[in-house]
């Protein structure tokens, strides 16, 4: 049966868990080696990996691109508009030839639906890049960095700051399966869909204050406001002004506490300079770990892990 990672749920905890294992351990045995040498193993040689592109990258786009690499394989990136899906062919038909192909898809797209058509039409796995609804590779990075920086999930209380997007979606998705409590700060109007928080098993609140939600808090996440070509820019950026991060608000987390951003980041919006460029921040290694979160995810579909 084809493993597709569409959403974390799709692994389950005990496929997270072990996925997040791999990481730290491939991630140690390469201390100090140069980015492009390939793991000893070389696990997926042969093994390449078609990646479309219908929204602007940076980190998926070099993550996985040496995530495969590493691993022993290669890919074949493409921009959705350079390829005849950008011309009217249909997801389901591109699916199928680049199933004939390559051996495994990653996809970035905008609906949620193009991904699941994709998954429905292709014979090898398909992985989510990211679409509206979920962002799930990120996640495996923000789990695998706070598994690195000894906070143990089962317990945790992260607190989610600004826009209820599809970062918050599969945050709130992690907490169910891993067992960790999310209190996000919403202003009406961009709050989480009712399903959003669902997923979450109970384990997931949604308020109005932001002081409520990052009080006692052991994580710190937000997000960019304003997506790329996003309408009404002015106006939400007005009505999320109260949830930026800022050091007042960081001081009512708990002492330890952790801040994250998927990135990029818009400092002075969301963020404060002072909470995501300070000591409590782990941006960069969150943004590295994409890398090594991306090869288990790899791994994973190809049935090597779990």
Same mark, same amino acid.
């Given at each position: ?104 898809? /990653?996809?970035?797209?905008? +609906?949620?639906? #193009? $991904? =699941?058509?994709? *998954?429905? !039409?292709?014979?090898? %796995? ?101 997506? /790329?070509?996003?309408?009404? +820019?002015?106006? #939400? $950026? =007005?009505?999320? *002004?109260? !949830?930026?991060?800022? %050091? ?59």
């Amino acid at each position: 049966m084809t493993r597709h990672f569409l959403s974390l749920s799709d692994a389950g905890a005990d496929g997270v868990a072990a996925m997040i294992a791999d990481a730290i351990d491939r991630k140690a045995a390469r201390a100090g080696w140069p980015k492009g040498r390939v793991d000893g193993d070389a696990p997926l040689a042969g093994r390449v990996l078609a990646m479309v592109f219908e929204k602007s990258s940076t980190r998926t786009r070099f993550s996985f691109d040496m995530a495969i690499r590493q691993l022993g394989g290669t890919s074949i990136v493409s921009d959705a508009g350079a390829m005849q899906l950008g011309r009217g062919e249909t997801v389901a038909d591109t699916a199928r030839i680049l199933s004939g192909y390559c051996d495994a898809i /990653m996809l970035r797209t905008d +609906a949620h639906e #193009k $991904l =699941e058509e994709m *998954a429905a !039409y292709a014979s090898v %796995p398909v992985i989510n890049g990211l679409t509206d609804a979920s962002h799930p590779c990120q996640i495996m990075a923000d789990l695998l960095t706070l598994i690195e920086h000894d906070k143990a999930l089962p317990g945790l209380k992260v607190a989610w700051l600004g826009d209820g997007n599809n970062v918050l979606a599969s945050i709130a998705e992690a907490a169910g399966l891993m067992q960790f409590d999310v209190v996000a700060a919403c202003p009406q109007g961009f709050q989480p869909d009712e399903e959003v928080t669902a997923v979450g098993g109970g384990r997931v609140r949604v308020v109005a204050d932001p002081a409520e939600a990052i009080a006692g808090a052991d994580v710190v996440v937000t997000d960019t406001w304003i997506s /790329m070509g996003q309408e009404g +820019a002015a106006s #939400k $950026l =007005e009505a999320l *002004a109260p !949830y930026q991060v800022t %050091p007042t608000l960081m001081s009512a987390a708990k002492p330890d506490a952790v801040f994250l951003h998927c990135l990029p980041a818009h400092r002075g919006e969301e963020v404060a300079a002072e909470v995501i460029d300070g000591p409590q921040s782990l941006i960069w290694p969150e943004a590295e770990n994409r890398l090594h979160a991306q090869k288990a995810v790899l791994r994973w579909c190809f049935g090597q892990i779990g």
